[in-house]
Nanobody
Framework: QVQLVESGGGLVQPGGSLRLSCAASGTDFSNYVMGWSRQAPGKQRELVATIVSGGNTNYADSVKGRFTISRDNTNNTLSLQMNSLKPEDTAVYYC???????????WGQGTQVTVSS
């Protein structure tokens, strides 16, 4: 079992930056692929970025060059550094954990990010 708690959401101006954090607790954190997804009103949920335990990352085209995902396996935390934010980035952001071999998938409660002047 993995429990995830996001934090760091809020209001930011276009072009600004925001850093989201996800605290994970439970068993076998290093065997989970971690990720961030987001969902805007009226839109499908979009996978934003993923990171494996060793640090390899993948990003959605919409955030490449602007967002950076990272993880701290010692402290069981996941982060998303968001730079050059656009109004289109406004969404609820969710932390996700997917086991590498077992059909186990967990997610947090979400945190609201609003990009507006």
């Amino acid at each position: 079992q993995v429990q995830l708690v996001e934090s760091g959401g809020g209001l930011v101006q276009p072009g600004g930056s925001l850093r989201l954090s996800c605290a994970a607790s439970g068993t076998d954190f290093s065997n989970y692929v971690m990720g961030w997804s987001r969902q805007a009103p009226g839109k499908q949920r979009e996978l934003v970025a993923t990171i494996v335990s060793g640090g390899n990352t993948n990003y959605a085209d919409s955030v490449k060059g602007r967002f950076t995902i990272s993880r701290d396996n010692t402290n069981n935390t996941l982060s998303l550094q968001m730079n050059s934010l656009k109004p289109e980035d406004t969404a609820v952001y969710y932390c996700n954990a997917r086991h590498r071999w077992i059909l186990k998938n967990y997610w947090g409660q979400g945190t609201q990010v609003t990009v507006s002047s």
